[in-house]
T-cell receptor, first 117, second 109 residues
Framework: GAVVSQHPSRVICKSGTSVKIECRSL??????MFWYRQFPKQSLMLMAT?????????EQGVEKDKFLINHASLTLSTLTVTSAHPEDSSFYIC?????????????FGQGTRLTVV | GQNIDQPTEMTATEGAIVQINCTYQ??????LFWYQQHAGEAPTFLSY????GLEEKGRFSSFLSRSKGYSYLLLKELQMKDSASYLC??????????FGAGTTVTVRA
């Protein structure tokens, strides 16, 4: 199956700093990538939809100025958590798909465990 | 809005069968997925249903009834490694995946 690579898998940062998470589709072109956040023992919550070459679409309640998303190419999307605070500590997961190309599966990255201290 | 319900926890014995139900009310429907997620890891794909009926894949089967907004995941011949969280997710409009809260399955010897 298709592979989505997410990096880093774990990151610890100080409060107030910024963290960038990368999501790459390794063997297919992903026109759309999704960013999710998962708190302990909770389900995945969609944060935003990232479309190549256009602005990301954010879900209600997600601050676009805090969670910067860039989808500069068909194989790379980045999520930058700016001025991170302890409450931003969570598991962040990206997924990639190419709807309309006969692809009936959303492929997930390995996830990034962010801890803000 | 999206509303996807599944039980919080289930426990079963090794070698047994467990059925995880999922009901959904969503805006748009382009298919229903089941994912397995071990603690601290990303979800892994198990099945995809877009038409009514049963899809069988080894020890795992998934069923869909679109008219009832209902699906189930059937796990047969349970193994200890099947202990995980199982996520029901609906592909709605704009191909956004909406997830249920997940069902934690514990397999006991």
């Amino acid at each position: 199956g298709a592979v989505v690579s997410q990096h880093p898998s774990r990151v610890i940062c100080k409060s107030g700093t910024s963290v960038k998470i990368e999501c790459r589709s390794l063997d297919f072109q992903a026109t759309t990538m999704f960013w999710y956040r998962q708190f302990p023992k909770q389900s995945l919550m969609l944060m935003a939809t990232s479309n190549e070459g256009s602005k990301a679409t954010y879900e209600q309640g997600v601050e676009k100025d805090k969670f910067l998303i860039n989808h500069a190419s068909l194989t790379l999307s980045t999520l930058t958590v700016t001025s991170a605070h302890p409450e931003d500590s969570s598991f962040y997961i990206c997924s990639a798909s190419s709807p309309g190309a006969g692809n009936t599966e959303a492929f997930f990255g390995q996830g990034t465990r962010l801890t803000v201290v | 809005g999206q509303n996807i319900d599944q039980p919080t926890e289930m426990t079963a014995t090794e070698g047994a069968i467990v059925q995880i139900n999922c009901t959904y009310q969503t805006s748009g429907f382009n298919g229903l997925f089941w994912y397995q997620q071990h603690a601290g890891e990303a979800p892994t794909f198990l099945s995809y249903n877009v038409l009514d009926g049963l899809e069988e894949k080894g020890r795992f089967s998934s069923f869909l009834s679109r008219s009832k907004g209902y699906s189930y995941l059937l796990l047969k011949e349970l193994q200890m490694k099947d202990s995980a969280s199982y996520l029901c997710a609906v592909w709605g409009n704009d191909y956004k995946l909406s997830f249920g809260a997940g069902t934690t399955v514990t397999v006991r010897a």
